[in-house]
């Protein structure tokens, strides 16, 4: 820094001085011209120019004189007239012919009257030189032509005395402004060289008040580096130590005045690295290069008095002094950071491995607690399809209610785990976001009714249906997040709103807003709301249930998506809960005019289970023996093998976990070998749900993943998946609404059943108004035709919802057709799904 401002002064210093030098050259200069000018108005003067001028008409009149003499004498004086004429004569030869007359001969008019002199005088010449006869014969017309003549001289001389005169002028004037800007660049001289000394008087208090500074800050300096808790070390190229403060004499155990003068390397250097550090410092010296300098910090190894070597952090950096170059080493004892990372290593080790056994007692715990289940919620499936009281059937309801709430317990469990271990997988595919809304909608209309609140969704803007999303996460979310507004909302509303914005790229963002009016969140909780286990209400007296699980669970979900989820509420006005997801938006895929139609059975399949627990053996065996299918047992995945090596069947279901040889190991056999049931559908029953289990099954050759507990529904549904269905063997579809089973559970078996018995009269009444004249195409038709529509989607009556949605567009459009035809179809759907809307 001291260099540099060096460097600055210096250099303004020469700026300076280049002027000075500038300005004398100028005035050198302008004295030049001084003197020229000086010297040209001094020859001016002594030459006899304007004399000449002027004599020159004197003697052109004695000339004319002598000839008017000469005329009036008897005998005429030729002689002292040719002397006359030839003192003229050479006057005007003089100005024709002078140089001093060069630039007065380039007047125009002293040229002209010049050369008419000259004419005159060419003429005059024989007349002057000739016999005294021929004379006195032509001196009549000689003196007429010089009585001519006379203007021409006159003017000749007057001519040229104005420029020379013109001339004088402007010569005094040039001196004058000579004169005027040697004294402009004298004065500017002296102000520079006032301003230089001012200048100069401003740099020595500077450098007075800079070394002053520079005394000060070596004082701090030497209290920072005395009082510093780094060592700090100064050594020269030769490593010969310079300086040694304080905490160096603290950590290394040596004096000042011991270390100074001592070499570096061996005063502090271990045995071991000595040999390098002397490599490099020679290397320095040699090459200039410096590896280490001004490189950051790094750790190495220190040897104190006493011969301990120690860890160290180490800066080094390097200065320029008069002396030379030297290095200035800054040294902090680690010996206790290092310890305390070593003891964070091993704690880090030992949080890691529990971290595993956490991971392996949820995978062991998922299987034990679902394997258990299975067999609890396969026997109540079972138990349900035989006869039973009314108070018989209630208890199985609750008890499978129970299990089912334990299940999702367990999963919610699970997913955290997954998510926080970062093994949460996605699985994207093309959706209908407007259908899972309406899903949604539908599963929990029947719950929001029975506490009195009206529940629907929209589009805010214009609608983009078809995305490509995580669709069975969003359920999840939006699951969650609607049934916390079912359960705190009472005689109030809950809306649904989608709104899609312009995104980066192809991409755009999906804002679903779920707004109640319920009894709101307390701002106290506010912060906390998507913790885990955090709930509205820990009393033991609560209203309504839950672990607190759902909402940190979204948030997980709506992370692992890209998105992100926020709250606003006020207590007593209800809440609104804003998910904002990125999504890719995607055209209506084309419906596959071969794919089966969900209402069609399977064929009669030949089932070969693999399962070592006799529980779940005998309820997966029971569930599908109950329709229709065929099944072969195998006690483990030993006999697996050899049953699938002699008997082809449709689909295998393999436990995971077994003895003799496990399911994995026995997938691997049979996709291995050349037997009958070598390529059939293996599907993986387990109750291990952790992802990197079930990619590790996908591996190993299976086609897909059960997850227990089993039901009846996924069960049959996969072996419907896996089994091509036959015409022969397809069965109608039962028009029970599959939502009314979670309605059961939300609302109660009871309240549920008071509301379907009032969709029935309803639904009744309406027909029979119909049947008794009703106009089908009278507008009171299309709104209790809308009305109806929306309760039959409040418990999942699709049909009996399209063909009274069909009703209410006819009449809208009064086309009776139309409208009759909507009717006969709404009898016949309601003929066969009025009795299935009965729960005993």
Not at 31 to 36: D, E, G, K, L, P
Not at 454 to 469: N, Q, R
Not at 595 to 623: C, F, P, T, W, Y
Not at 784 to 789: D, K
Request: with cysteine.
């Amino acid at each position: 820094m001291v260099g540099k401002m060096r460097s600055m002064l210096g250099l303004r210093l020469a700026v300076l001085l280049v002027a000075a030098v500038v300005g004398l050259v100028a005035i050198a200069l302008l004295a030049f011209n001084v003197s020229r000018d000086l010297r040209q108005l001094s020859s001016a003067s002594s030459d006899n120019i304007q004399w000449t001028l002027s004599q020159t008409e004197v003697e052109f009149l004695h000339f004319r004189l002598a000839l008017a003499q000469v005329q009036t004498n008897e005998v005429p004086d030729i002689r002292s007239l040719r002397r006359k004429f030839d003192v003229f004569y050479s006057r005007i030869r003089t100005l024709g012919q002078a140089s001093i007359y060069h630039e007065l001969r380039q007047v125009e008019e002293f040229a002209r009257h010049l050369a008419a002199v000259s004419d005159y005088l060419d003429r005059a010449v024989p007349i002057i030189d000739s016999d005294i006869t021929a004379f006195q014969a032509a001196l009549p017309a000689l003196r007429a032509e010089t009585t001519a003549i006379r203007p021409s001289v006159r003017r000749l001389s007057v001519s040229g005395l104005n420029f020379f005169a013109e001339d004088s002028d402007f010569r005094r004037n040039a001196l004058s402004n000579t004169l005027k800007q040697l004294a402009w660049a004298i004065a500017v001289l002296v102000a520079a060289l006032v301003v230089l000394v001012c200048y100069l008087a401003v740099l020595n208090a500077q450098n007075v008040r800079r070394r002053t500074q520079a005394i000060e800050a070596s004082e701090r300096m030497n209290i920072v580096t005395g009082t510093s808790l780094d060592a700090v070390i100064v050594a020269d190229t030769w490593g010969r130590i310079l300086d040694f403060n304080a905490a160096a004499e603290q950590i290394f155990g040596h004096s000042a005045d011991a270390a100074i003068g001592q070499d570096l390397g061996k005063l502090i250097v271990p045995e071991q690295y000595r040999a390098a550090h002397e490599a490099g410092m020679a290397r320095l010296r040699e090459r200039g290069e410096k590896r280490v300098v001004g490189s950051g910090r790094f750790k190495l190894e220190a040897l104190r008095a006493n011969g301990d070597v120690f860890p160290v952090e180490l800066a080094i950096q390097s200065a320029d002094t008069k002396d030379g170059e030297i290095f200035i080493a800054f040294l902090r004892d680690i010996s206790s950071q290092v310890l305390a990372e070593a003891e964070l290593v091993l704690a880090r080790d030992r949080a890691m491995a529990g971290e595993k056994a956490k991971t392996d007692f949820l995978a062991t715990m998922s299987h034990e607690i679902r394997t258990p289940l299975n067999g609890l919620l396969g026997n109540l499936s079972l138990l349900e399809d035989t006869p039973l009281s009314d108070k018989q059937a209630r208890y199985v309801r609750n008890m499978q209610i129970s299990g089912k709430l334990l299940k999702n317990h367990v999963s919610d469990v699970l997913d955290i785990t997954k998510f926080d271990a970062g093994k949460l997988l996605l699985h994207p595919a093309d959706m209908n976001v407007s259908t899972l809304l309406q899903d949604i909608v539908d599963s929990q209309g029947g719950a929001a009714e029975g506490h009195g609140t009206s529940l629907d969704w929209a589009w805010e803007g214009a609608p983009v249906h078809w995305i490509h999303a995580d669709r069975d996460r969003l359920q999840h979310i939006l699951m969650n997040i609607v049934g916390n507004a079912v359960k705190f909302t009472k005689n109030g509303s809950i809306r649904i709103t989608a709104k899609a914005d312009p995104g980066p790229d192809d991409t755009m963002n999906l804002r679903i807003s779920v707004r109640d009016t319920g009894i709101g969140i307390d701002p106290e909780l506010l912060p906390r709301i998507f913790d885990d286990f955090t709930t509205g209400d820990t009393s033991y007296d609560r209203d309504v249930g839950g672990t607190g699980l759902g909402l940190g669970i979204a948030q997980r979900f709506i992370k692992a998506l890209g998105g992100s989820i926020s709250v606003d509420s006020n207590p007593g006005a209800g809440s609104v809960f804003h998910i904002d997801l990125p999504v890719q938006p995607i055209a209506e895929p084309i419906a596959d005019p071969h794919a089966q139609s969900s209402g069609h059975g399977v064929r009669k399949a030949h089932v070969l289970l693999v399962e070592d627990n006799e529980i779940n053996r005998v309820v997966a065996r029971e569930m599908l023996m109950a329709q229709g299918h065929s099944v072969t047992e195998a006690h483990n995945g030993r006999e697996a093998v050899d049953l699938a090596e002699d008997t082809a069947f449709d689909i295998i279901l393999m436990d995971i976990s077994m003895p003799v040889m496990d399911g994995r190991s026995a997938a691997r056999a049979i996709r291995a070998g050349t037997g009958a049931s070598s390529q059939a559908p293996i599907i993986a029953v387990t109750a291990n749900a952790m992802a990197s289990e079930q990619e590790a099954f996908m591996a190993d050759g299976m086609n897909g993943v059960l997850t227990k507990p089993l039901t009846r529904d996924g069960l049959l549904q996969l072996v419907a998946d896996h089994v091509p269905a036959s015409p022969k063997d397809a069965t109608p579809e039962s028009p029970r609404s599959q939502y009314l089973d979670d309605l059961a559970e939300a609302v109660g078996s009871e309240a549920l059943q008071t509301l379907l018995n009032r969709f029935t009269t309803e639904l009744d009444a309406f027909l029979e108004n119909l049947d008794a004249g009703q106009d089908p195409v009278a507008a009171e038709t299309a709104v209790e035709a809308h009305r109806i529509a929306g309760s039959a989607a409040t418990f999942g009556l699709a049909e009996v919802r399209e063909a009274l949605v069909g009703l209410e567009q006819a009449a809208q459009e009064q086309d009776v057709a139309a409208a009759e035809a909507a009717i006969r179809s709404l009898r016949e759907i309601w003929a066969s799904g009025k009795p299935t809307l009965s729960l005993t």
